[in-house]
């Protein structure tokens, strides 16, 4: 009966470790940004491509230091996070960051804008 279980455990443990890899590799092949021209800069594309997004970046803290789309967004060629990442963030704000199982939150962008960086509700 033991072995039964163990085998039971052990079979359970892979089909969830494989469903972890192959989740994995899903979210990486739809997270690649569209292709584009890459001899023009974030701002020049973005700028006329999305341009509300674009003056929301441009007018928040990030826009007024130059904080370039990559780092919260990848390169777009090698990595591309569509939505950032709260790691990411914890990059620079590592000191503001929360454990959110401690919250009712799930992420930095439940709260902050991603691209005014100001709270939902101001």
């Known amino acids: 009966m033991k072995k039964f279980y163990l085998t039971l455990l052990l079979i359970i443990a892979a089909a969830i470790i494989s469903y972890g890899f192959i989740g994995a590799q899903q979210s990486e092949e739809g997270d690649k940004h569209p ?22 970046w441009e007018m928040s803290k990030h826009g007024d230091v130059d904080f370039g789309c990559y780092i919260c967004h990848g390169d777009g060629q090698e990595a591309f996070y569509p939505k950032g990442t709260d ?10 960051l929360v454990e959110f199982e401690k919250t009712k939150f799930n992420s930095c962008y439940d709260c902050h804008n991603g691209h005014t960086l100001k709270f939902h509700n101001e």
């Open 35 to 56: 292709d584009v021209d890459w001899t023009l800069s974030c701002q020049e594309c973005h700028s006329e491509m999305t341009p509300d997004i674009y003056k929301d």
């Open 87 to 96: 790691e990411r963030c914890g990059g620079c704000h590592a000191g503001q």
